[in-house]
């Protein structure tokens, strides 16, 4: 659990937030409408490719600190639930695999979570255990990582074997 000290504040990437949600809820997620979301581990896979890159981060930050009250994307409405926390961030820097990492993730809880930029099903993952989640996620970003360095552009699988990126996890 870390503040992110270490990041050039311009950098930017791909990342995923690991969630705690100690119990459940029902959210109301914008245009999604109300959700109802089991107690566990979430993963919620974005890019922070623009100008501020990872300060995106620090935004979401805020919001699951209860400092910050606008919501603007979905995952905003999720960290603005009281009990949620931010447990860790996985990040792989300077790189565009925002949907291949989502893509070998467990399926989405909610259709379109976070996702109505691209034809991913959702980039919010669920598991109970959020310790086999955490594991599920440095995976992810080490193989998409890795397939993007080989320029390889083709379909993302969950067999996909890359190790040579590892990425940052804070």
Do not use: K
Request: charged share 25%.
């Amino acid at each position: 659990m870390s503040a992110d000290r270490d990041d050039p504040p311009a950098a930017g990437g791909t990342y995923t937030l690991l969630i705690e949600l100690p119990t459940a809820a029902t959210v109301e997620v914008g245009a999604l409408g109300a959700v109802d979301l089991q107690a566990g581990g979430y993963a919620y896979t974005g890019s922070a490719l623009g100008t501020g890159g990872f300060s995106r981060v620090d935004r979401h930050r805020r919001i699951a600190d209860g400092e910050h009250d606008v919501r603007h994307w979905h995952i905003d409405y999720l960290l603005g639930q009281p009990s949620t926390r931010i447990i860790d961030v996985t990040r792989s820097y300077g790189a565009d695999i925002e949907c291949a990492v989502a893509g070998r993730l467990p399926s989405g809880p909610v259709d379109g979570f976070g996702a109505s930029d691209c034809d991913c099903g959702s980039h919010l993952a669920h598991m109970d255990r959020i310790d086999a989640l955490a594991e599920r996620v440095e995976r992810a970003h080490r193989r998409a990582a890795a397939r993007a360095e080989r320029g390889d552009a083709g379909e993302t699988t969950g067999d996909d074997r890359g190790y040579d990126n590892r990425p940052s996890r804070h």
